[in-house]
T-cell receptor
Framework: NAGVTQTPKFQVLKTGQSMTLQCAQD?????MYWYRQDPGMGLRLIYYSASEGTTDKGEVPNGYNVSRLNKREFSLRLESAAPSQTSVYFC?????????????FGPGTRLTVL | AQSVAQPEDQVNVAEGNPLTVKCTYS??????LFWYVQYPNRGLQFLLK??????LVKGSYGFEAEFNKSQTSFHLKKPSALVSDSALYFC?????????????FGIGTKLQVIP
């Protein structure tokens, strides 16, 4: 049981380049989330998917797109990277819809945009 | 809108002493409250949660948290700190009136336990 996995662990991009961050969970969770973590700002929600086939914007969605490929996988795409997107990105998942459950987090992807 | 405040950027405590990490929240409905811990270069790990019932919630690694509705607080506590407790701690809240399980995190408090 791997939990939530993310690839890659580290990435350096040049301004304007694109990339996709991959996330997968093996816990059969319905909900999946993408956060970014910046010093002094905590975790901010980028996008979330309440269930397979649905995605919605979070607090800071500009410059990002997401795909809920299936129940297991939720990817985050940067179409044209900017230095302001330098951050640590975390994927999380959570079971259930009506019950109040905790989130399970992946190990993170450290992204630097030059 | 829901929000969480962690008023201390850093808390220093001597090993063996009790520790408290503070958290206050604001929601329009009833709060669902969480504490997570983050060790260096790792993802967040769940410690404990309050949904309803007893105001004192016990969680992993000997941590507990006290829910105080009148003060809108959910402080994290431990009777005797260990050096291995040194980490970044996040408080989080979900509003019972939220329609999509949106969780708002605080900015985090760095706990430093001094040997």
């Amino acid at each position: 049981n791997a939990g939530v996995t993310q690839t890659p662990k580290f990435q350096v991009l040049k301004t304007g380049q694109s990339m996709t961050l991959q996330c997968a969970q093996d816990m059969n969770h319905n909900s999946m989330y993408w956060y970014r973590q910046d010093p002094g700002m905590g975790l901010r929600l980028i996008y979330y998917s309440a269930s397979e086939g649905t995605t919605d914007k979070g607090e800071v969605p500009n410059g990002y797109n997401v795909s809920r490929l299936n129940k297991r996988e939720f990817s985050l795409r940067l179409e044209s990277a900017a230095p302001s997107q330098t951050s640590v990105y975390f994927c999380a998942s959570m079971s259930g819809v009506e019950v109040v459950n905790e989130q399970f987090f992946g190990p993170g992807t450290r992204l630097t945009v030059l | 809108a829901q929000s969480v405040a962690q008023p201390e950027d850093q808390v220093n405590v001597a090993e063996g002493n009790p520790l408290t990490v503070k958290c206050t929240y604001s929601v329009s409905g009833n709060p669902y409250l969480f504490w997570y811990v983050q060790y260096p270069n790792r993802g967040l790990q769940f410690l404990l949660k309050y949904i309803t019932g007893d105001n004192l919630v016990k969680g992993s690694y000997g941590f507990e948290a006290e829910f105080n509705k009148s003060q809108t607080s959910f402080h994290l506590k431990k009777p005797s700190a260990l050096v291995s407790d040194s980490a970044l701690y996040f408080c989080a809240v979900r509003d019972s009136k939220g329609g999509y399980q949106k969780v708002t995190f605080g900015i985090g408090t760095k706990l430093q336990v001094i040997p």
